[in-house]
Nanobody, 123 residues
Framework: QVQLVESGGGLVQAGGSLRLSCVASGRTFSSTTMAWFRQAPGKERDFVAAIKWNTGAPYYSDPVEGRFTISRDNAKNTVYLQMNSLKPEDTAVYYC????????????????WGQGTQVTVSS
């Protein structure tokens, strides 16, 4: 079992920045992929970014490429999502997820989920 706890959400003006954190506890493996998804009201849960725990290789969705950066701190069992140049359309609940499989943009591939943290970007 893997437990995930997100933090760092909040309210920010368009153009601003936020950094989300996700602390993982429990049993993790070298093949673990960590990811961030987001879900706006009335919409599906969308892939944002993913990172391989062992190599640190990042993957991004097109809407956030160049604005968001995913990283991890192995010693702290923590994954971060640095979000810059935020737009109102980035407003959503952001979820941290983990999978013992290669990176994927499909939420169905992830077995473990955090409770989510709200990000609101005002125009």
């Amino acid at each position: 079992q893997v437990q995930l706890v997100e933090s760092g959400g909040g309210l920010v003006q368009a153009g601003g920045s936020l950094r989300l954190s996700c602390v993982a506890s429990g049993r993790t493996f070298s093949s673990t992929t960590m990811a961030w998804f987001r879900q706006a009201p009335g919409k599906e849960r969308d892939f944002v970014a993913a990172i391989k725990w062992n190599t640190g290789a990042p993957y991004y969705s097109d809407p956030v490429e160049g604005r968001f950066t995913i990283s991890r701190d192995n010693a702290k069992n923590t994954v971060y999502l640095q979000m810059n140049s935020l737009k109102p359309e980035d407003t959503a609940v952001y979820y941290c997820a983990a999978a013992n499989s290669p990176p994927s943009g499909s939420a169905a591939q992830y077995s473990y989920w955090g409770q989510g943290t709200q990000v609101t970007v005002s125009s």
